[in-house]
């Protein structure tokens, strides 16, 4: 049984900084790609970053490249985004999820954590 939990969300205003953390466990991620999704209310779920377990490299949305780092820490089976500069627009619930290596979809999903940016 995979199950992944994120933590770190919460309220802050513009420009600053907050670090969300997915642990992952009930599998070795070897061959497979991890992600960061989030979802505005009325919006549609969106990619933000992910990293390729095995290898580090990573991949990130338009709208957050150079403000999000995500990276992971083998030692510890967990995946983090760090969010500096924080705009109103990154406000949603922010999802980790797992899938395998050149798979489209995204197999096992976390509850969500919420990330509030007031102005």
């Known amino acids: 049984q995979v199950q992944l939990a994120e933590s770190g969300g919460g309220m802050v205003h513009v420009g600053e900084s907050l670090r969300l953390s997915c642990s992952v466990s009930?599998?070795?991620?070897?061959?497979?790609?991890m992600g960061w999704l989030r979802q505005a209310p009325g919006k549609d779920r969106e990619f933000v970053a992910a990293?390729?377990?095995?290898?580090?490299?990573?991949a990130y949305a338009d709208s957050v490249k150079g403000r999000f780092i995500i990276s992971r820490d083998a030692t510890k089976n967990t995946v983090s985004l760090q969010m500096n500069n924080l705009k109103p627009e990154d406000t949603a619930v922010y999802y980790c999820?797992?899938?395998?290596?050149?798979?489209?979809?995204?197999?096992?999903w976390g509850q969500g954590t919420q990330v509030t940016v007031s102005s």
């Open positions: 999820a797992v899938k395998p290596r050149g798979a489209t979809d995204y197999s096992y």
């Open positions: 009930g599998r070795t991620l070897i061959n497979y790609a």
């Open positions: 990293i390729l377990w095995s290898e580090g490299r990573t």
